[in-house]
């Protein structure tokens, strides 16, 4: 157990450094997030204003929108750097160690986690920086705590589209999936500003029921189940992505042998 979780940590600090000395990679993690969440305020503030019925918009909407879309950016990113690696050998010349790759891949999930929360905190204080607000301690907690949840989520996500594919390229497809999700939702503009066809996707998405349920806390109203069917949601994903993930691994390992 001491060498596995030995190897784990390594494995983590192994890929954190390897972030933190690569320009491109540092700059995926916290510059275009944050350049992406600049642009929806440059750009779409007074459209979103008035979608609002506000003079100024609530960017505490958007923001929590951006920080998502940070972590899933940046999950296509890491998913295809971990398939690289794969490609080239390492993860069967680890395969003979003592430690294995279970330390490896739980490692590298790990270095996701770490990675994604540190985009979306990046985002937040770039959001509450340009006028995002957030009224209140328990919406604070609220908003903390399903950070750190969509980055463990993520993360699996992470791990699963890792181990899925030999072609990073592939992964690719994922991002449009996830922006649509990400923009057909109540963060940028109202469920009834869609078009009437996509209004009941976007009243159900687990993004419209978190941001509203942040939205009302922080208003100091009750947010009623939104934010449950929220955890709901991001725990469900979760349980998804884990199974995903074990099944592909197993079947990577398999190849391996």
């Given at each position: 157990m001491s060498l596995k979780l030995t190897s784990l940590m390594l494995h983590t600090r192994r890929r954190i450094l390897r972030t933190i000395r690569d320009r491109a990679s540092m700059s995926a993690t916290l510059l275009t997030p944050v350049v992406m969440f600049l642009i929806m305020r440059i750009l779409f503030g007074d459209l979103i204003a008035a979608s609002q019925g506000r003079t100024s918009p609530d960017l505490a909407a958007v923001c929590l929108l951006m920080v998502l879309g940070a972590q899933w950016m940046n999950s296509t990113y890491c998913a295809s750097e971990t398939v690289r690696e794969r490609t080239s050998g390492f993860t069967a010349r680890i395969a003979v160690s003592p430690g294995g790759t279970v330390p490896l891949v739980c490692g590298e999930t790990l270095y996701y986690a770490i990675r994604f929360l540190s985009a979306a905190l990046a985002t937040l204080i770039v959001g509450v920086a340009a006028g995002a607000r957030f009224h209140g301690a328990a919406t604070i907690t609220v908003v903390l705590l399903a950070i750190v949840i969509s980055s463990l989520v993520s993360a699996l996500?992470?791990?699963?589209?890792?181990?899925?594919?030999?072609?990073?390229?592939?992964?690719?497809?994922?991002?449009?999936?996830?922006?649509?999700?990400?923009?057909?939702?109540?963060?940028?503009?109202?469920?009834?500003?869609?078009?009437?066809?996509?209004?009941?996707?976007?009243?159900?998405?687990?993004?419209?029921?978190?941001?509203?349920?942040?939205t009302a806390l922080s208003a100091d109203s009750d947010p009623g189940n939104h934010l449950l069917i929220a955890l709901a949601w991001a725990v469900g994903a979760g349980v998804i992505f884990l199974i995903g993930a074990s099944r592909t691994y197993s079947r990577a390992q398999t190849q391996l042998s």
């Open positions: 996500m992470a791990t699963w589209m890792a181990y899925s594919t030999t072609n990073p390229e592939s992964l690719m497809m994922v991002t449009p999936l996830l922006m649509t999700l990400l923009f057909l939702s109540a963060g940028v503009v109202g469920t009834d500003s869609f078009v009437e066809p996509v209004q009941p996707f976007v009243r159900h998405n687990p993004i419209t029921h978190l941001v509203e349920g942040v």
